[in-house]
């Protein structure tokens, strides 16, 4: 069954860029979405449908996926987009995949 | 607005039963796929189940066997049974949207999330 594997950590300085990654086997032939949850809150879409980003959720988030890797890429970070980030993807096996969260330090 | 309230949380010992609810409000629950997700303490996201607006069901293995999603339309709410619970089964339990692209209505993530509901499974 797919597994989804992402960094533990990303650090950033603010106002630069974060790239965040999230392995699996052919993941490109799949649609990933992306999650971001601050501290006691519910998760929050960010990325949808690899590249998409829901109303709301600010320009500088944007989402690729090609061969076994989608990132999510934060250009312009800002103190408030310290959170755990979740990929995740649907798997063959009628089942939802999730990461195992990268937290990103701004 | 478009929200999901999740509901019947609590502690139980180990082998006892629970049944989470789920109350849509802003948009019809019976049209969307819905799905149960939780996080243990300290922990990542782990999908547990999903119904589609067919009625059909989907359970991760950790739970299939012991929890059952099910949804009533006419109370535009969803629901999760918990029976024969572990330790392992302690978290916050969320309900979701499912996101479907219009044109290829295939499934392209999870669009509105709850707050959770939070179990406990302990002697």
């Known amino acids: 069954s797919l597994e989804l594997t992402q960094p533990p950590s990303v650090s950033v300085s603010p106002g630069q860029t974060a790239a965040i990654t999230c392995s699996g086997d052919?993941?490109?032939?799949?649609?990933t979405s992306w999650y971001q949850q601050k501290p006691g809150q519910s998760p929050i879409l960010v990325i949808y449908?690899?590249?998409k980003r829901p109303s709301g959720i600010p320009e500088r988030f944007s989402g690729s996926n090609s061969g076994n890797t989608a990132t999510l890429t934060i250009s312009g970070a800002q103190a408030v987009d310290e959170a755990e980030y979740y990929c995740?993807?649907?798997?063959?096996?009628?089942?939802?995949?999730f990461g195992g969260g990268t937290k990103v330090t701004v | 607005e478009v929200q999901l309230l999740e509901s019947g949380g609590g502690s139980v010992q180990p082998g006892g039963s629970l049944r989470l609810s789920c109350a849509a409000s802003?948009?019809?629950?019976?049209?969307?796929?819905m799905n149960w997700v939780r996080q243990a303490p300290g922990k990542g996201l782990e999908w547990v189940a999903y119904?589609?607006?067919?009625?059909?069901?989907y359970h991760a293995d950790s739970v299939k066997g012991r929890f059952t999603i099910s949804r009533d339309n006419a109370r535009n709410s969803l629901y999760l049974q918990m029976d024969s619970l572990r330790a392992e089964d302690t978290a916050v339990y969320y309900c979701?949207?499912?996101?479907?692209?219009?044109?290829?209505?295939?499934?392209?993530?999870?669009?509105?999330w709850g707050q959770g509901t939070t179990v406990t499974v302990s002697s």
């Open positions: 979701s949207r499912d996101l479907l692209n219009p044109i290829q209505g295939i499934i392209v993530g999870m669009d509105v």
């Open positions: 802003g948009f019809t629950l019976g049209s969307s796929e």
């Open positions: 119904i589609n607006t067919h009625g059909a069901t």
């Open positions: 052919k993941l490109g032939e799949k649609y």
């Open positions: 449908q690899d590249y």
């Open positions: 995740q993807a649907w798997d063959t096996n009628a089942a939802y995949v």
